[in-house]
């Protein structure tokens, strides 16, 4: 009644014994397979299904020191680079006008690039 082999349809005039290990062994083997197929690709195809990202760029704070003005902070955040950029954003950004500025007020300083 509950021998080790599977009765097999004798498909073309075929009459193979299949173990129940073998069959076993490659139901989990393909289905291992797929998953493994599934994972790998579920990463990238979210990706561009998704589109560009919509995470905002990169930026960090700075707490304004008695003295300071928006171009010497955005010389300070991006040395080497035309503050105006940098500037401008820090308005936007902060809704802050050049002599509004007040010490230990924290201004969101855009990333310099």
Do not use: K
């Not at 004798?10 to 291992?32: E, I, K, P, S, Y």
């Not at 797929?34 to 919509?54: D, F």
């Not at 040395?79 to 010490?103: E, K, W």
């Amino acid at each position: 009644m509950f021998d080790s082999t599977l009765d097999t349809e004798r498909a073309f005039g075929q009459d193979v014994h299949m173990h129940r290990t073998h069959v076993r062994r490659r139901r989990v083997t393909l289905t291992v397979a797929a998953a493994v197929v599934a994972l790998g690709l579920t990463g990238p195809i979210a990706r561009a299904v998704a589109g560009p990202s919509l995470e905002p760029a990169a930026q960090r704070t700075y707490v304004v020191r008695p003295g300071d003005t928006l171009w010497s902070i955005a010389g300070r955040v991006a040395p080497g680079t035309d503050p105006r950029r940098i500037v401008a954003a820090m308005q936007a950004q902060n809704h802050v006008d050049a002599g509004s500025l007040a010490a230990g007020q924290t201004l969101l300083v855009p990333a310099a690039g």
